[in-house]
Nanobody
Framework: QVQVVESGGGSVQAGGSLRLSCVVSGYPGRDFCMAWFRQAPGKEREWITSSRSDATTTSADSVKDRFTVSRDNAKNTLYLQMNSLQPDDAAMYYC?????????????????WGQGTQVAVSS
């Protein structure tokens, strides 16, 4: 059974930082893509970044100057370091995973999702 578990959300003031973590378990090998999405109230879910099994990453232009993604394959863990957080960054952050086939910014590419971790940013 594949599991995707996020952690690290919380409440910060504008300008603050948070680091999110996502652990994937249950895949038969290491060839899987991991991605971060976020969804604010009343808005559509938005792709943030993806990481291939070789740790190659792609990120949305809207966050790449403030958010850094890294991957630890030994721990099957994807990290999202978020700096200079703004109220517009407040959302539920979701981790998604897919075994084989590379990565995509499309939600329906991913077959496994976590429950999400909440990020709140006060001004």
């Amino acid at each position: 059974q594949v599991q995707v578990v996020e952690s690290g959300g919380g409440s910060v003031q504008a300008g603050g930082s948070l680091r999110l973590s996502c652990v994937v378990s249950g895949y038969p090998g290491r060839d899987f893509c991991m991605a971060w999405f976020r969804q604010a109230p009343g808005k559509e879910r938005e792709w943030i970044t993806s990481s291939r099994s070789d740790a190659t990453t792609t990120s949305a232009d809207s966050v790449k100057d403030r958010f850094t993604v890294s991957r630890d394959n030994a721990k099957n863990t994807l990290y999202l370091q978020m700096n200079s957080l703004q109220p517009d960054d407040a959302a539920m952050y979701y981790c998604a995973a897919r075994y084989g086939g590379g990565c995509s910014a499309a939600q329906d590419w991913y077959g496994h999702w976590g429950q999400g971790t909440q990020v709140a940013v006060s001004s």
